[in-house]
């Protein structure tokens, strides 16, 4: 093993720990006593770390050394309707493609339940997008029906068809 494989395996274990730890900073700021929140970090936490140490001991690059995620959060009030922005970043358009399609399965409440999905409740626009904009949006609709304030839903936007995750979605209800 490379001294550069060991560097590149504590970089990513202290990535890992500073997002949680601005995670649980994040959640005591905010008051949230649910176990289920505090327990969803750790157990995140965890899971990285033993996955990267395992591929770091199989001799394959670490999947925190590839492009995290980016966690867009929104407040959204129930009887209003609210776009969610993104950015597609280059690296998930394939070769020299020139766009790229983009999807989502919907939003999922915290602790299981009620599953806001499109077209019903939120679509994505543009569904195609260009390399050279690469922006987007999660148009969710009025839900004043649907849901109840301080519910949280969550979900992902990736590529089609390689399944490439561009964006995570986290929705509260005001």
Same mark, same amino acid.
């Given at each position: ?60 690059? =670490? ?6 995620? =980016? ?7 129930a009887n209003e309707g609210r776009?969610?922005?993104?950015v597609v970043p280059p690296a998930?358009?394939?070769? /020299? ?28 626009? =543009? ?14 609709? =009025? ?14 936007v990736w590529t089609e068809p ?7 979605? /986290?929705?509260?209800?005001?």
């Amino acid at each position: 093993m490379a001294t550069w494989d060991v560097l590149q395996l504590q970089r990513t274990l202290f990535a890992r720990i500073a997002e949680y730890v601005d995670g649980v900073g994040q959640l005591a700021a905010s008051g949230i006593m649910e176990p289920g929140e505090w327990m969803r970090d750790y157990t995140k936490l965890w899971s990285g770390v033993i996955g990267d140490v395992g591929e770091f001991v199989l001799g394959a690059t =670490p999947a925190a050394a590839h492009v995290p995620v =980016p966690t867009y959060a929104v407040q959204v009030p129930a009887n209003e309707g609210r776009p969610v922005r993104f950015v597609v970043p280059p690296a998930a358009f394939p070769g /020299d493609a020139k766009e790229v399609e983009i999807t989502t399965a919907g939003l999922v409440k915290r602790g299981g339940g009620k599953v806001l999905a499109p077209p019903r409740h939120l679509r994505l626009v =543009p569904r195609i997008v260009p390399k050279l904009d690469g922006h987007a949006e999660l148009k969710i609709f =009025p839900l004043r029906d649907v849901v109840e304030r301080g519910e949280r839903y969550s979900g992902f936007v990736w590529t089609e068809p390689a399944g490439v995750p561009i964006a995570a979605i /986290d929705v509260e209800i005001m």
